[in-house]
């Protein structure tokens, strides 16, 4: 098992790889759409995306990160924005490795950190994250505003 860059190269399988992270989110499925967002933030370097590469060469998960920055701290920010494994991949390390690969990228970019949201009713992900040292923010309220026209 590896972790490696994803390129233009892995969009196919990684196309299937996030439509199925979306159906987890009770999102509708959308193979095209899922690989033409892909490529866009690929070809613009809008996000990183690291992939966890099985020992069949097959991609067992994925993290996409986006940079944002702080004004108070003065310095770019990681939003950890998607994370998942494929079912068949779970419970073997994968999510760690990506996560402890996205953190190398906020040291080697000199970032604040990392941050990165989920759903309460996430209990893998909320059992994961402070275990591999996050912190729940329960200082601070968290807003959305959305735009309904579109």
Known sequence: ???IPATVEHLNELAKLFDAYRIFYRKSSDVASAARFLSERLERKDSVIYLAIDNHDAIA????LYPLFSSTRLKRLWLLND????EDSRGKGYSKLLIERAKALAIETEAAGLSLETEMSN???NA???????????????YFWENKIR
């Open 83 to 86: 994370l998942f494994v494929r």
């Open 123 to 125: 209990h893998i992900g």
């Open 1 to 3: 098992m590896k972790i």
């Open 128 to 142: 994961l994250y402070p275990d591999v040292g996050f912190e729940l923010d329960t200082e601070h309220n968290f």
């Open 61 to 64: 998960g994925f993290t996409q």
